[in-house]
């Protein structure tokens, strides 16, 4: 059967709510198999937990399969762990050595207060997104799909930024709290392609000012490309800064048409 | 055991050819003038591709919409998990494809199980789903000269599939969730996260809201509208293993069952074929591999029986690729019941491999000799590279294994052709209505039928409920029922935290989920269901007596969420067994292996079960009332269904 990694031992972040003052708690595991996640590491820790009466650590997570976003965890002080590439979901034990001390944070960042344990509140990733993160496209009055021909690298393009996944390892991996991993990619997205040109300026002035609302500003340390899950370029924070910039000109011209 | 049920619901299908009942339907319908729909308040349920396109349209419209996600965003609904990609009858490859074969292929990938009326109508709006989608930007997959490409799925002769890389679910999911965005900072949608459905209330018959509980601080208060959606997804995790999130339940839906909605075939489940096979005993959730990689992948066991050798030794003469040796027409693409069913036996026969011996190869090496590397790899790289990081072994080199796990569940709520469940004013919508694939679902009809619902068909049909209820007062949250189910709700969540009991709600789970999966499975028989249907209720007890949950009741406590949750499927896990004794047929997802042909294929009776079974609450689930809806069909005709 699977191999083991034995006698490993975790340091754990519990806070019991948003008020409270947290501290880190030890707990000692003696084998688990290189073939299970961190999660099921998790898992397997509440369940011995629950057995001794006391509370669970409360963690986010959800599809296990790297594409939801709702697993977080700062492992080791590395936003989803030691593998690159890689949601904490589909992070595996056998990226970790027998006699490990492996310590397990809460997002940090002052936009994510945390809400208890190692969970936080993300909520300022999706005011962002609503201030601008879309196509204004109501349903029903779309023309046909192949009226808008893409070339296919300009599609690739878009679709290398639409692969995030909002779980904010980027905010939480910058040394400023900074957002722009996130909000560059959203803003890529959508202004590399033909239907979001309308709205392309409007939107990238919108979702930078909302997100400095929030997050602190970027100073290229390109940290929130190594922690992406995605591994998304950081190419895309220089799209929206230019984007934003023209947003100051552009869009003077348009309001000033009116 | 079998209670006879007396009442045939109405499923309000519209007169005239089944081409024409929508039109029909949609020039016919009553509707609200947009000034007055600002004076309508819906309810959604969930954010997934069903809830979150009905919160966007709705509000688009200018209903008020309060919308509902258990989840911190809408956005991580397990709609975005789904991989491979989403049908659409556009014929944009010019390959025979029409409306009528969308139709008629779903039928027939249902097994002559669902209702021809709603699929039909679903082929229709396939076309302004992609549309749609394109308009917000979802960035499907493209050719050198920007026009939009396809791929082939199971059960289809023709490429009707659009996809976005191996993401189409999260792209799809990311446009909807956008779209419903745009509306919450408009103002137009109140958006309701990290709470979690508990009850539906009804009064006078009609649905005047729900009952939710607040996971942060635990709070239960109601919620009163004009309508309510549940688009709250399938029941998938009864099995405990399962490729569903961990989070994803049958709450909303069971306890609307409670409260009156007749929920319709329950043991219509789906395994599919191609996850990745269970590594460990305390594993917590399966993988998906995507479908769409039978397209280039080949699915074979060794032919002898204890063959370990490693697979790049086994010479191509010793292989069974089955799949194309049985169904040579179909080959690998044979649809997902009939692929998971070989598998199993394949594996039964003692020709599973990998270190558990419980998987069969799926292998890329014919498609990189014909097309290359680099071509398999742009294809597939992101499920390449999900392999590996579970496995830690690459595709590239070593065949996939891949073992069935189940994943979808085509049974759910029953609904009328306006999506409307028994209880007038409720909705449902998406996996968890029972609506439109029947006995079976064929790949990349799920995000197909979701966005169907939202987008295209529920806008329309509830404005023909709202209409006469213009002006009309509505009973607000101090109406005693509301008072009274939130007292119930609260009263259930003491009692978890109070039983003071040895177990957590995760090992009940986990062995309410070993007896469903082995016998109510992948295959089913009288012996075997009639044994879980006396083990469930044990187990059941049990729970009720010796459930241990800690922690706090008014702040996030995940073993009390989990608690309310297995709690449901306890009771939805007899009701679905219950659903497969009484079948007396093999169908689609259902295999009743009393009724099978000399090569094992499933053997329906269409005499004695054309008909979809909507179950009513009495009381208890192990004595729910049956009811027949006669599935009636005007164009197709029954035919067993070949793949061969």
Redesign the interface.
């Known amino acids: ?2 191999e083991l990694i034995t006698n490993l031992t975790l340091r754990i972040w519990r806070q ?2 948003p008020d409270d003052i947290g501290r880190f708690e030890e707990h000692y595991v003696e084998e688990i ?1 290189a ?2 996640s961190f ?2 590491l998790l ?2 820790l ?2 011995r ?3 001794e ?4 650590i ?1 963690f ?11 697993c977080s965890l700062m492992i080791d002080g590395q936003a989803h762990g030691p ?1 690159l ?2 949601a904490t979901c ?1 992070l ?1 034990m ?1 990226t970790f050595h027998s006699g490990q001390v492996i310590v397990v944070e809460p997002w940090r960042a002052r936009a994510f207060p945390i ?2 344990d190692l ?1 936080v ?3 300022p ?2 005011r962002i ?3 601008g ?14 009226l ?5 690298p300009v ?1 690739e393009a ?2 290398d930024a ?2 995030c ?2 779980c904010g390892a980027c905010v939480a991996a910058c040394p400023n709290g900074a957002a722009n991993l996130f909000t560059g990619a959203k803003v890529t ?2 202004n590399l ?1 033909p ?2 040109q309308a709205e392309r300026y409007a939107r990238a002035e919108a979702m930078v000012e909302k997100m400095e609302e929030y997050f602190g500003s970027c100073t290229n340390h390109g940290e929130c490309e190594a922690a992406c899950p995605k591994s998304i370029s950081i190419d895309v924070i220089a799209l929206m800064n230019a984007d934003y910039l023209k947003s100051k000109f552009k869009n003077r011209k348009a309001l000033s048409r009116t | 055991m079998m209670t006879a049920g007396t009442t045939t619901p109405d499923a309000k299908i519209p007169d005239g050819a089944l081409a024409d009942k929508w039109e029909t339907y949609k020039s016919d319908a009553r509707l609200v003038n947009p000034a007055n729909k600002r004076k309508f308040k819906i309810l959604v349920v969930g954010t997934g591709l069903a809830g979150a ?1 009905a919160i ?2 709705l509000a ?1 419209l200018g209903y008020q919409v309060e919308a509902f996600t258990f ?8 709609s ?2 789904a991989q491979g990609g989403i049908n659409a009858a ?1 014929n ?1 490859r010019g390959d025979g494809d029409s409306v009528h074969r969308l139709f008629y292929d779903t039928i027939k990938g249902g097994d002559f199980r669902a209702r021809e009326s709603n699929v039909h109508r679903l082929a229709e709006v396939s076309v ?1 789903i ?8 979802v ?10 490409d396809n791929r082939s799925f199971g059960g289809a002769q023709v490429s009707r599939t659009f996809y ?2 191996g ?1 189409t679910g ?2 799809l999911l ?1 446009g909807a ?3 419903m ?2 509306q ?2 408009l103002g137009n949608v109140k958006l309701w ?1 990290r709470v979690e459905l508990v009850d539906t209330v009804v009064v006078e018959d009609r649905c005047a809201g729900i009952v939710t509980r607040d996971l ?1 601080t635990g709070e239960v208060r109601s919620h009163a509208g004009h309508a309510v959606v549940l688009a709250t997804g399938g029941y998938g995790n009864v099995f405990f293993l399962s490729t569903n ?3 994803c339940n049958v709450t909303a839906a069971w306890r609307a069952h409670r409260r009156g909605a007749w929920f319709a075939n329950p043991c219509y489940t789906q395994i599919h074929p191609t996850c990745i096979p269970q ?2 005993e ?4 399966l ?2 591999m995507s479908e769409s990689l039978r397209n280039d992948g080949r699915v074979w066991v060794p032919s002898q029986v204890d063959d370990v050798r490693p697979p790049a030794d086994i010479p191509e003469a010793e292989r069974d690729y089955y799949l194309e040796r049985l169904y040579p027409s179909f080959g690998n693409l044979a649809p997902r019941d009939i692929s998971s069913r070989a598998a199993k036996r394949a594996v039964d026969s003692g020709r599973g491999v990998g ?2 011996r419980n998987g069969v190869y799926l292998d890329f090496a014919d498609a990189v000799g014909r097309l290359g590397l680099d071509t398999v790899w742009s294809r597939y790289s992101n499920l390449f ?2 392999y590996e ?2 496995t ?1 072994e690459d595709p590239r080199d070593v065949p996939m294994r891949i073992y069935p796990a189940s994943h979808y569940t085509m049974g759910g709520l029953w609904v009328d052709y306006e999506l409307a469940t028994t209880i007038p004013g409720l909705y449902c919508a998406g996996e968890a209505n029972f609506s439109d694939h029947g006995a079976n679902r064929l790949g990349a009809s799920a995000l197909m039928q979701g966005l169907a619902d939202g ?2 068909v529920l ?1 329309y049909t509830i404005s023909s409920y709202l209409a006469p209820m213009l002006n009309q007062p509505i009973p607000g949250t101090d109406h005693p029922e509301f008072v009274k189910a939130e007292g119930e709700a609260r009263e259930r969540f003491g009692r978890y935290l109070q039983t003071g009991g ?1 177990r ?1 709600p ?2 009940f789970h986990r062995e309410l989920g070993k007896i469903v999966w082995d016998h109510c499975g992948m295959e089913r028989t009288v012996q075997g269901l009639e044994k879980a249907l006396s083990d469930i209720p044990a187990l059941y007890e049990e729970f009720n007596k010796d459930l ?5 009741s008014d ?5 009390l969420e989990k608690a309310g949750r297995v709690d449901d499927f306890f009771q939805l896990a007899m009701l679905m067994c219950r659903d497969a004794l009484e079948r007396n047929e093999s169908c689609g997802g259902h295999f009743r292996a009393e009724y099978q042909t000399e090569d094992g294929e499933a053997l329906r009776d269409d005499e004695q079960f054309a008909h979809v079974a909507a179950w009513e609450w009495t009381g208890d689930p192990l004595q729910a009332t049956r009811n027949v809806e006669e599935l009636v069909y005007e164009s197709v005709h029954f035919q067993t269904r070949s793949y061969k």
């Open positions: 059967m699977s019991g709510g198999s073939e299970a999660l099921e898992d397997i509440n369940e937990l629950i057995a009466g006391k509370d669970a409360a986010d997570h959800d599809c296990r399969e790297g594409i939801c976003g709702t593998q590439g890689t589909q595996h056998r809400i208890r969970m509140d993300r909520g990733l999706d997104v609503e201030v993160g879309f196509i204004t496209s109501p349903t029903g009055g779309a023309p046909d799909a192949n808008i021909p893409i070339p296919q599609a878009a679709m639409a692969e996944i909002g997205h959508l392609l239907q979001g | 396109s966007a349209t688009e989840h911190d965003s809408p956005r991580r609904a397990h975005i998990a556009k944009y302004d992609i549309d749609q989608c394109v308009a917000q930007g960035p499907f997959a493209r050719e050198y000269g920007g026009l939009l976005a890389r993401q999260q792209q990311l969730y956008q779209q965005e745009r919450v900072g996260n942060l999130a961990m989070a590594s460990d305390f594993q917590s959730k993988t998906l270190p558990n590279e999900m990081r579970i830690a987008y295209f806008p040895t957590s995760d090992h241990r949950v800690t922690g706090p702040r996030i406590n995940q073993t």
